[in-house]
């Protein structure tokens, strides 16, 4: 068999493959053994069809097609084999195929062209003495603080309350309900899903709830009833409801304000493994010290990664492409799944194609990194040892536990983890990197997981439609602040409050939830979240 290669545009391996006649006749003749096997025609057992009578059933051309599709398939993987190709995939026939079976001639030599995608050739310009600027982050001086304020609302007891009107920072129960009120003055107002509830408990922070509720509470005194107009956000969730005014009838039934513990060992010991309260203090600081220097340190990876793509000239085979995007994709799809979204109902063939379009960017850039960080480590020689690869997984695996991982894929995370890692360190020893003030720098639009927080975001509507299209969900319930464990629990008729704020538009209500789940302090220990855990990951 001979073959010819063409270098092609994006990184492609062009094939002019010339079938001998031998080849040709051997493929058609297992086809013809094939159907004749298979055939069902009457008035013929199954194996004992004529020839000439297989033809005319099926048509010379069909049967030409059958053993030329065969023939293109065999000999392609001949060629890349015979050639030593290291082919990436994605085999692209170059002839057409109608020509070449009006061509096929059984016993006689045919030619066709295909072309198959390879590694790419990396050019890079430039990998060392960078002149460049990194945030430097510093930890919050009052973070400590916060936390411990944090720590002591969290564990504070309710006192009931007597004598005064309800202020900010108290614990009220109402009961409210809630209707939509028309432009019409005549129109009748309209009550609407999950707009009433009885003994529902309120804290009084603004920005808990949507906008004027709160105020509205403030002053009543207990056995009071009055009537709060509120409109609802533009941006509300629900979106038969956003930007729609409303009237909420509410009833305060009790205030009750927070008692703090104080901040003594006793208080340590109580929210955290620590004994005292020196120690706990001393902990905090050391772990937001050290959080600090790892964004710090992040910085300046990014910055190297950043600049390397400036100096990277690379054509990408689309497999390469098509393969990163659908990691971002399952890398999506995995987060909404850990949220308990239903991603088999989402995707489908139409956001399957927008949300790989709108990854593609992101997966070019994270293919180029990828490929500059490899040609650094080939020019220079750089590679990561047996020994430590060895010593990390031992590390990793006493800390996970249990936790069932494959040791396979997290001996590969760590390899390549390990590498990225020092070919890093050496290019950054190589370069000038001034750390300015963090927030000096103009962030990047589309930084490394944009793409995919924004496919999340994407996705996460799509639910919230669908959930208001199908009167399967109560119009709050994703967004309701979940209540601590000092909180008692409400008896309400709704599900959730059609007045609670959307948490995930106001960052801050974000952040202390945030908090609530992961700041809670123990004693020292590292956890280790890795690659291996997933195969999507």
């Excluded at 993987?77 to 002839?95: P, Y």
């Amino acid at each position: 068999m001979k073959v010819t290669q063409e270098k092609l545009p994006a990184s492609q391996i062009g094939l002019e493959i010339e079938i001998t006649p031998e080849m040709s006749q051997k493929a058609y003749e297992q086809v013809i053994q094939k159907f004749t096997r298979s055939a069902n025609i009457p008035g013929f057992r199954k194996g004992k069809v004529p020839r000439q009578v297989l033809i005319q059933r099926f048509g010379s051309v069909q049967l030409k097609a059958t053993a030329l599709e065969e023939l293109i398939d065999e000999t392609l993987k001949q060629a890349i084999e015979q050639e030593k190709i290291d082919a990436l995939g994605n085999f692209q026939l170059r002839s057409s195929f109608d020509d070449l079976v009006s061509q096929f001639v059984p016993g006689s030599a045919l030619t066709f062209s295909a072309s198959v995608d390879v590694q790419p050739d990396v050019a890079l310009a430039q990998y060392t003495g960078f002149q460049l600027q990194a945030e430097e982050v510093k930890p919050d001086a009052e973070q400590v603080d916060k936390v411990l304020l944090q720590y002591q609302e969290q564990t504070a007891t309710l006192i009931p309350v007597e004598g005064r009107a309800a202020q900010l920072g108290d614990t009220t129960i109402v009961d409210y309900k809630g209707v939509l009120v028309a432009d019409d003055p005549e129109a009748e107002a309209e009550p609407f899903p999950g707009g009433e509830a009885e003994d529902f408990q309120v804290e009084l922070t603004e920005g808990k709830f949507i906008e004027g509720f709160i105020d509205g509470i403030v002053g009543m005194t207990p056995g009071e009833t009055k009537d709060v107009s509120v409109p609802f956000p533009d941006d509300y969730p629900q979106e038969t409801l956003a930007g729609r005014a409303a009237r909420f009838t509410i009833t305060l039934k009790e205030i009750k304000e927070k008692e703090l513990p104080d901040l003594d060992d006793d208080f340590a010991q109580e929210v955290s493994e620590f004994e005292t309260l020196t120690e706990l203090r001393s902990s905090l600081e050391t772990r937001y010290n050290e959080e600090a220097d790892a964004k710090t340190t992040a910085n300046k990876e990014q910055a190297i990664l950043d600049e390397l793509l400036k100096h990277i000239e690379v054509e990408l085979p689309e497999t390469l492409v098509e393969r990163e995007s659908t990691y971002l994709l399952n890398q999506t799809a995995a987060q909404l799944q850990n949220q308990g979204i239903d991603v088999k109902r989402l995707f489908n063939q139409e956001t399957v194609a927008m949300l790989k379009e709108r990854s593609r960017p992101e997966a070019i850039d994270r293919i180029k990194r990828t490929l500059a960080l490899g040609e650094v480590a080939k020019r220079e020689s750089l590679k990561v040892e047996p020994e430590e690869i060895s010593v990390k997984v031992t590390e990793l695996l006493a800390e996970l536990g249990d936790r069932e991982i494959d040791p396979d894929r997290l001996q590969a995370v760590v390899a390549e983890d390990l590498l990225k890692e020092k070919i890093v360190d050496w290019l950054i020893e190589r370069s000038t990197i001034e750390l300015v003030p963090e927030g000096t720098l103009a962030k990047p639009e589309a930084a490394e997981g944009g793409e995919a927080e924004e496919a999340e975001e994407t996705l996460a509507a799509t639910v919230e439609t669908d959930a208001t299209d199908a009167n399967t969900v109560d119009v709050t319930a994703s967004v309701v602040e979940p209540t601590t464990e000092t909180e008692p629990s409400r008896d309400s008729t709704s599900d959730a409050p059609a007045i609670a704020a959307d948490a995930e538009a106001d960052p801050e209500l974000a952040e202390s939830a945030e908090a609530a789940e992961t700041e809670k302090p123990k004693k020292p220990r590292k956890t280790a979240k890795t690659k291996a855990e997933s195969p999507d990951e």
